[in-house]
């Protein structure tokens, strides 16, 4: 069978191409990908290439498909799955498999590494360890988009369930963010952070009782707060506030509002030294920062109070992507009604992934969507209706009808409209 998918072959260097896929082997499966949300850390690897640890060192004789956040059907199940796995089956794919045996080790993963698939392409095989890892992940929900950001949603549940918290007297760390705790998310109404807060209101097993939200552009603050308003965390039990901290005191402020005593967890979305000492600044005795936020170059320092650290117990995490377990989490949260749609700020085809990854740091808004069964130029959900003309005056209605998100609605519309035209 062909595909058309988008490869690297080495730093900066992508290309669109078709090409043969080899025959399916017994241990392999077939898919059809239907959606990818295009990933920071897929631009990083672009702007990396073979310096970036998941991708290969030969990726120049043997690109990789990019893409690593995204979802489909199976078409075609070899021998050896066919107890598990079906035609016709929709899923989602766990990429931090830790997987020893791949291209670049345990670093391996889909989106990065293979040659045979990734989220950027129409059709791909995927190889036998990503089932052995139990990574290959059913997706029952409506749609597809909720399975594609799934795996970003995993991070931050992993970044939560990574910090730790200790107590007094005994050599004992608990996991977990602090439950009826204080928390602040710094820099995060991008798309990790909207995660977050989303993941957060929603969470049923444990909760903050005070959240604060942070960044400098307030027309972003506004569009999170109409998203995740503060009446119904009030009535998960959460009070939450959105804080714009571009003033000349913000640590003051943040402080104010945690009631003098600090926060207990603190969540860094931005890899910028004054954000991350503004986190430092704020973490209450045995508070834990989590730096969320992956730095593209390899020299990033920012000041850390080491008396705090000795007499307040305050420590530092750092997390990178989330687990099986964290993704499976994920999915059981959108099966019970949690919509990641207000990440979204984009649709593309697939033709628009060269230039959106290139250049994803630069495009304003969420969330860049690609469908790979068609073309057409990636367009901000807010210009639907400027536009107009088929197939966006419709998807601009429909989109309306659900408070300017993207939905399951106009996912179905777009698809029967491109495979009519």
């Not at 949300?37 to 060192?57: D, E, L, T």
């Not at 360890?129 to 399975?147: D, S």
Request: net charge negative; proline share 6%; glycine share 10%.
């Amino acid at each position: 069978m062909k595909t058309k998918a988008v490869r690297l072959y080495g730093q900066g260097d992508l290309r669109l191409e078709e090409f043969e896929l080899p025959a399916l082997k017994a241990d392999e499966i077939l898919a059809k990908v239907v959606s990818d949300s295009i990933c920071m850390s897929s631009y990083k690897a672009v702007n990396q290439g073979v310096a970036h640890k998941r991708v290969p060192n030969d990726v120049a004789e043997h690109p990789t498909i990019i893409g690593h956040e995204f979802a489909g059907e199976i078409v075609e199940v070899g021998e050896k799955w066919k107890g598990q796995f079906k035609a016709g089956d929709k899923f989602s794919i766990q990429p931090a498999m830790n997987y020893p045996g791949g291209p670049v080790g345990i670093y391996s993963a889909p989106g990065y590494s293979y040659p045979f698939i990734g989220g950027d392409a129409t059709y791909v095989i995927i190889p036998n360890e990503v089932m052995e890892c139990g990574c290959l992940l059913p997706f029952k929900g409506e749609g597809f988009y909720p399975a594609s950001l799934s795996e970003p949603l995993s991070c931050v549940i992993g970044a939560m369930h990574a910090n730790y918290h200790g107590t007094p007297g005994r050599y004992v760390h608990t996991m977990e963010i602090k439950d009826g705790g204080k928390m602040a998310l710094l820099a995060s109404v991008g798309p990790m952070g909207l995660a977050a807060i989303n993941y957060v209101l929603h969470r049923d097993d444990r909760r903050p009782s005070l959240v604060v939200v942070t960044d400098i552009n307030q027309e972003r603050l506004d569009r999170a707060a109409s998203l995740y308003t503060e009446e119904f965390a009030a009535s998960r039990g959460i009070t939450l506030k959105y804080v714009n901290t571009g003033i000349e005191k913000p640590v003051d402020l943040l402080m104010e509002l945690s009631g003098g005593t600090g926060y207990d967890d603190v969540f860094c979305f931005a890899p910028v030294p004054a954000v991350v000492e503004q986190a430092d600044d704020i973490l209450a005795f045995d508070g834990c920062l989590n730096f969320f936020a992956g730095p593209s170059k390899a020299p990033f320092k920012a000041p850390f109070n080491f008396y705090n650290v000795h007499y307040n117990n305050t420590h530092v995490v750092g997390t990178s992507g989330g687990n099986t377990d964290d993704m499976k989490e994920a999915l059981h949260y959108m099966g019970k009604g949690m919509d990641p749609a207000g990440l979204v700020t984009h649709i593309g085809g697939l033709n628009a992934v060269i230039e959106t990854t290139k250049n994803l740091p630069s495009i304003p808004g969420g969330k860049k969507l690609i469908y790979t069964h068609i073309e057409m130029p990636l367009t901000a959900i807010a210009d639907f209706g400027a536009i107009g003309t088929p197939p966006f005056g419709e998807l601009d209605r429909i989109c309306k009808a659900h408070k300017g998100l993207w939905n399951v609605e106009a996912e179905k519309y777009l698809l029967d409209y491109y495979e009519k035209n």
